[in-house]
Nanobody, 126 residues
């Protein structure tokens, strides 16, 4: 079993920044991918960003590229999502996800991730 613990959500004004963190524990392979997805009421959960442990490659949705940065702690199974220039459209519940053995072509697919955090709310409002 894998546990994911998220932190860092909250209320922020437009144009400001916020950092989310996700710590994974449990039965984790050496070939994991961790990603962030977000969801608003009545909408599908959408891909935001992902990083793979092997290769250190990162992936972003077009809507956040250049504003958000995903990174990992090399010594721990922990990833961060640094969100800059936040806009009201970024308001959502953000979910951390982990998949063991996620191949490169599937990192944006939520169905490739078997484990999910409980979600953390991000609200961008003045």
């Amino acid at each position: 079993q894998v546990q994911l613990e998220e932190s860092g959500g909250g209320l922020v004004q437009p144009g400001n920044s916020l950092k989310l963190s996700c710590a994974a524990s449990g039965r984790i392979s050496n070939n994991w991918a961790m990603g962030w997805f977000r969801q608003t009421p009545g909408q599908e959960r959408e891909f935001v960003a992902a990083i793979r442990r092997n290769g250190y490659t990162t992936h972003y949705a077009d809507s956040v590229r250049g504003r958000f940065t995903i990174s990992r702690d090399g010594a721990k199974n922990t990833v961060q999502l640094t969100m800059n220039s936040l806009a009201p459209d970024d308001s959502a519940t953000y979910f951390c996800a982990l998949g063991n053995g996620v191949i490169l072509s599937e990192v944006r697919n939520k169905r490739a991730y078997a484990y999910w955090g409980q979600g953390t709310q991000v609200t961008v409002s003045s």
